[in-house]
């Protein structure tokens, strides 16, 4: 692999992070932090954010769920937990936290490479998801301020809906700008002339 992904790991004994720094290398990875501590892994990830992390759910003074939590504040990381435990109190909080996969310990190469393999899919699948659901939001609020914008020349130019759409269609070509971004310029505009009016 020309460029190896970077994963961050974290767990609070020393033999698991060895063994996972040797697991993810022989699997193509670059661990770009082993740490023993939630704060620590926080920390890393915030100098050098990585592709995936990888951490343990009970560790010191920051368990895995609030570190993913905070990590994920700043930027979208999948991230696999691992742990001694499978609880039903554990699994019930995964639904609050951006985990794309889990392992109960003793931790072997196979079942890490096939969580990889799923973490990474539901990433990308998420990450289309949330895309997609940006862009229909961004649709939306640019079809309300289009129909803003036709409604203020409609009642500035005492024109129709077509003839306001025409018009606004028109201003924005000639100045290279979108229609929802022409539509804005007309509003502010028209807010403006509405506080010179109300003067």
């Not at 063994?19 to 770009?32: F, H, I, K, N, S």
């Not at 990830?45 to 759910?57: E, K, M, Q």
């Not at 640019?142 to 500035?156: Q, S």
Request: hydrophobic residues 45%; aromatic residues 4%.
């Amino acid at each position: 692999m020309n460029n190896p992904l970077r994963v961050a790991v974290a767990d609070d004994d020393r033999n698991i992070r060895d063994y996972l720094q040797e697991a993810m290398t022989r699997l193509g990875w670059r661990v770009t932090a082993s740490v023993g501590s939630g704060k620590e892994l926080v920390e890393a990830c915030r100098r050098a954010p990585p592709d995936l992390v990888i951490t343990d759910i009970k560790m010191p003074d920051m368990d895995g769920f609030e570190a993913v939590t905070s990590i994920n504040a700043r930027a979208a990381v999948p991230a696999i937990l691992i742990s001694g435990h499978h609880e039903d109190d554990l699994l019930a909080r995964l639904g609050d936290v951006p985990v794309m996969g889990y392992l109960v310990k003793p931790i072997t190469e196979g079942g890490l490479k096939a969580a990889l393999a799923v973490c990474m899919a539901r990433f990308q699948q998420f990450h289309a998801l949330r895309q997609e659901a940006a862009d229909l939001r961004q649709a939306l609020e640019d079809r309300k301020i289009i129909e803003r914008a036709k409604g203020a020349l409609m009642r500035r130019l005492s024109v129709g809906e077509d003839e306001a759409f025409r018009r606004l269609r028109t201003a924005a070509s000639s100045k290279n700008l979108k229609l929802a971004e022409m539509g804005r310029q007309i509003i502010a505009a028209e807010s403006v002339f509405a506080e010179m009016e109300g003067d």
